[in-house]
């Protein structure tokens, strides 16, 4: 036996969720329905009919807005124009948000000043860009047994960076490594998004 869906149909923690767009015009399946006019004012309970024939003579769409009420909901509405400035607003709001990413430093103990230096460079450039630091230490062989280096160089890298990042996590052992989280101060973010600007 085939079984077809006709709209796409998703289902979250058993809910039963269909597609975010509304009915408009002759998708709208009920006899009745609570119009509103296109200014936010009460018309009534109408047929369906009468509701299409209103939003026909004033050039609007019936868009049925509370599916779910008895009887449902319908607005008159430029639809286009709705869906068009709805798109609008999410492209705007997703302009506005800022994805904060994680980069990771990855350091030995035992490692050489200049080396040090490198990577405190790099770290410097993430941090200046709005991103987080994972300051990572691996820990080889019995090294494991002198966490103290780990934490000696963790709170250098700490200091040497010190003026555009503050400490989110702590110097911590995680298995072989030991892991910090740096973040970038409030301030120098701005500074250089006022820069770039």
Do not use: W
């Not at 149909?9 to 975010?20: F, R, V």
């Not at 015009?25 to 004012?41: F, H, M, P, Q, Y």
């Not at 019936?62 to 009420?69: D, F, H, K, R, T």
């Not at 460079?121 to 691996?138: C, E, H, Q, V, Y």
């Amino acid at each position: 036996m085939a079984f077809f869906l006709t709209r796409p149909i998703n289902t979250l923690g058993g809910e039963l969720l269909i597609s975010k767009d509304l009915r408009i015009n002759d998708n709208i399946r009920a006899k009745e329905v609570r119009l509103i006019s296109e200014t936010g004012e009460q018309l009534g309970i109408l047929s369906f009919q009468e509701a299409m024939e209103l939003a026909e003579k004033k050039g609007l769409d019936l868009v049925e807005v509370a599916p779910s009420a008895n009887p449902p909901v319908c607005r008159l509405m430029n639809y286009g124009k709705h869906k068009f400035e709805q798109s609008k607003r999410e492209k705007e709001a997703r302009k506005k948000q800022k994805i904060i990413t994680i980069k990771e430093i990855k350091m030995r103990p035992n490692i050489d000043e200049h080396d040090f230096q490198v990577k405190a460079k790099n770290a410097r450039k993430f941090l200046s860009a709005g991103d987080k630091i994972k300051f990572t230490i691996m820990f080889r062989g019995r090294q494991i047994a002198h966490p103290e280096l780990g934490e000696r160089l963790s709170q250098k890298f700490a200091r040497e960076l010190s003026d555009i990042s503050t400490i989110e996590k702590s110097p911590k052992v995680e298995g072989r490594n030991m892991v910090m989280i740096l973040v970038p101060r409030l301030e120098s973010v701005s500074k250089e998004e006022e820069v770039n600007a």
